[in-house]
């Protein structure tokens, strides 16, 4: 059984749901804003896409809140009108923000494989890594 809200309550949890996907929006262009910086911080963008999880069963528990109060039926036809565009518009961003990871990835693989290489280089050429193997003894007089 359904248990009705006031008016003004209802609006509330409308307004919250909508803004949970504005701050999904905003989320994916800051992703994407990211993605744009010269020097990449792979970390910086994994806290974001932590992050964004969290946006999202933010917006998942108030469009449940609100498909309780509301009914299946109006709910739907409230997303379409109040939730679509913006969630099209995130899905839009995310999927270009996949597109130039994807692009940047052979990229990073590329440097990390040069730097392998020249390590293995410096290595061969300057044992810059290798530990010396000298033997030392150590003569007790009896």
């Known amino acids: 059984m359904k248990c009705p809200l006031e008016k003004s309550d209802l609006k509330g949890l409308i307004v919250e749901w909508r803004d949970c996907f ?3 929006l905003e989320h994916a262009n ?3 804003r990211l993605l744009d910086t010269p020097d990449l911080n792979w ?3 994994v806290h974001l ?3 964004g999880e969290e946006l ?9 809140a609100l498909r309780k109060n509301i009914g299946e039926r109006e709910y739907e036809n409230m997303f379409k009108v109040e939730i679509l565009p913006i969630a099209e518009e995130a899905n839009r961003v995310v999927a270009e923000a996949i597109e130039r990871i994807k692009a940047e990835f052979p990229k990073v693989t590329g ?3 040069n730097t392998k290489n020249h390590l293995k280089l410096m290595n061969a050429y300057y044992g810059m890594q290798s530990d010396p193997q000298f033997a030392y ?4 007089k009896k």
């Open 22 to 24: 504005e701050r999904i």
């Open 30 to 32: 800051e992703q994407l």
């Open 43 to 45: 970390e910086q963008f």
């Open 56 to 64: 999202q069963q933010a917006a998942e528990a108030a469009g449940e």
């Open 137 to 140: 003894y150590f003569d007790e």
């Open 111 to 113: 440097d990390l494989r």
């Open 49 to 51: 896409s932590q992050k």
